[in-house]
């Protein structure tokens, strides 16, 4: 049972390069999550899906772009990576929505951009 | 907009000791308050939380928090820390009328021996 996992676990990159983070649940849950973890701000939302072709942004969603073709995938893609973007990444899942359920997380992907 | 305050950034505690992690939130609406905690070099995982019904929740592995509407505040506690409790703790937010979470800063518990 994976249940969610998250690759690459560690990616070092350069400042304009495009990288793209992964995420895959086994649960077929409906919602994804993608979150930024950095010191004194705890996590925050940077996108969001409700289902397969349905995403929404959150509150820092400026220089990332997400995809979910399929329940299971739910990839993240920095356009053109800053230093500031330099981060470690949650991708979590839930079954039906943050309201009351529980949200999954995967072990996280740190993200250094030189 | 919800937001969600942890007070304290870092709580050393020694073994044997109660800890008691502060969270408190703000929201004109119907909230549901969430509990994760965080174990070094993993992701977060679902400590416990209150959806309705009595204040005081409680975890399998003996933490507690309570649910205060008149000071919008979800404490957590512990009577008694282990080692293994070593951990960073998020406290999070969910507004009855909306579908994402706000998490507070974090809480980052160290226990020693």
């Known amino acids: 049972d994976a249940g969610i996992t998250q690759s690459p676990r560690y990616k070092i990159t350069e400042t304009g390069r495009q990288v793209t983070l992964m995420c895959h649940q086994t649960w077929s849950h409906s919602y994804m999550f993608w979150y930024r973890q950095d010191l004194g701000h705890g996590l925050r939302l940077i996108y969001y899906s409700a289902a397969a072709d349905i995403t929404d942004k959150g509150e820092v969603s400026d220089g990332y772009v997400v995809s979910r073709s399929k329940t299971e995938n739910f990839p993240l893609t920095l356009e053109s990576a800053t230093r500031s973007q330099t981060s470690v990444y949650f991708c979590?899942?839930?079954?039906?929505?943050?309201?009351?359920?529980?949200?999954?997380f995967g072990p996280g992907t740190r993200l250094t951009v030189l | 907009a919800q937001s969600v305050t942890q007070l304290d950034s870092q709580v050393p505690v020694f073994e044997e000791a109660p800890v008691e992690l502060r969270c408190n939130y703000s929201?004109?609406?119907?909230?549901?308050l969430f509990w994760y905690v965080q174990y070094p070099n993993q992701g977060l995982q679902l400590l416990l939380k209150y959806l309705s019904g009595s204040t005081l929740v409680e975890s399998i592995n003996g933490f507690e928090a309570e649910f205060n509407k008149s000071q919008t505040s979800f404490h957590l506690r512990k009577p008694s820390v282990h080692i293994s409790d070593t951990a960073e703790y998020f406290c999070?937010?969910?507004?009855?009328?909306?579908?994402?979470?706000?998490f507070g800063g974090g809480t980052r518990v160290l226990v020693k021996p």
């Open positions: 979590a899942s839930s079954p039906s929505g943050a309201r009351t359920d529980t949200q999954y």
């Open positions: 929201s004109s609406v119907s909230v549901y």
């Open positions: 999070a937010v969910s507004e009855a009328a909306g579908n994402k979470l706000t």
